[in-house]
Nanobody, 118 residues
Framework: QVQLVESGGGLVQAGGSLRLSCVSS????????MGWFRQTPGKEREFVAT????????NYSDFVKGRFTISRDNAKVVVYLQMNSLKPEDTGVYYC???????????WGQGTQVTVSS
């Protein structure tokens, strides 16, 4: 059974940093693509960042570009999200997701709460 488990969320002051991790279990080969999404209060879940299998291709939403960095360690089947210069509007639940080639994101973690105080 495939599972994605996020960790690393918490409470931080504006301008601070957090590093989220997502560990994948239940399969022995790396995902085609992994990503981070978030749901902020009062909004639908939105895209944050994605990374391809070998880590050479990354994509970011405009509101995190230059502040967040996505990376992955295929040996450990882990994807990270380094979040710097955090803002109160970054507060929300952050979800890890994974997919294989030709699919939509259909494997999701349970989410980890990030709270940024002003």
């Amino acid at each position: 059974q495939v599972q994605l488990v996020e960790s690393g969320g918490g409470l931080v002051q504006a301008g601070g940093s957090l590093r989220l991790s997502c560990v994948s279990s239940g399969r022995t080969y790396s995902w085609y693509e992994m990503g981070w999404f978030r749901q902020t209060p009062g909004k639908e879940r939105e895209f944050v960042a994605t990374i391809n299998r070998n880590g050479a291709v990354t994509n970011y939403s405009d509101f995190v570009k230059g502040r967040f960095t996505i990376s992955r360690d295929n040996a450990k089947v882990v994807v990270y999200l380094q979040m710097n210069s955090l803002k109160p509007e970054d507060t929300g639940v952050y979800y890890c997701a994974a997919k294989d080639y030709g699919e939509q994101f259909r494997y999701w973690g349970q989410g980890t709460q990030v709270t940024v105080s002003s």
